[in-house]
């Protein structure tokens, strides 16, 4: 990919955030945590979240299991989970392509 001016990165960079092309590891976070809701822990009369209590209690699992979602979901945003260089610097490619074809719409209209 041609060398970008800083400009047009930061537009590229909106671009990929607006049509959900990024996702960040908080958001996979988000994720994860309500997937966990699904299983909430009792004690007593008591119920916890059961991402709190995971987390809380055992970091080390959470962490675990949370690398273990996020592989298994194989998201098609990019992100910097699951993904050897090759096949980022294709999705960055194919990626410019289309923000440059809309972009080359939007001009034409």
Not at 5 to 30: C, G, M, P, Q, V
Request: proline share 2%; net charge negative.
């Amino acid at each position: 990919m041609e060398t970008l001016r800083k400009k047009d990165a930061a537009l590229f960079l909106d671009w990929l955030r607006e049509n959900d092309h990024i996702i960040t590891e908080r958001d996979a976070e988000r994720m994860y945590a309500d997937m966990l809701e699904e299983y909430p822990v009792v004690i007593g009369s008591l119920k916890y979240s059961g991402s709190h209590v995971l987390q809380n209690i055992d970091p080390i699992a959470y962490r675990c299991g949370f690398l273990d979602f996020v592989d298994g979901q194989q998201f098609s945003q990019l992100c910097d989970y699951g993904m050897d260089s090759d096949d980022y610097v294709e999705d960055i490619d194919r990626l410019w392509d289309m923000y440059q074809d809309e972009e080359l719409e939007e001009v034409e209209e």
